[in-house]
């Protein structure tokens, strides 16, 4: 983190920015991992009943 003193000028970081900020790239991983087997399980699952 940077502990220098921000210009007074620049808006604060949003939450949004300040929550990925934290979360990191294991979170990123993390995610991007599980939304990546969640298509794998539609995919299969799509197969399975025939929907190809």
């Known amino acids: 983190m940077d502990l220098k003193p921000s210009d007074p000028n620049t808006p604060p970081p ?3 920015r300040r929550w990925l900020q ?8 993390f995610f991007l991992i599980k939304g990546l087997v969640w298509l794998a399980v539609f995919y299969g699952l799509g197969r399975m009943v025939g929907l190809d």
Do not use: I, N, T, V
């Open 14 to 16: 949003s939450k949004a």
């Open 22 to 29: 934290r979360l990191g790239w294991a979170g990123f991983m």
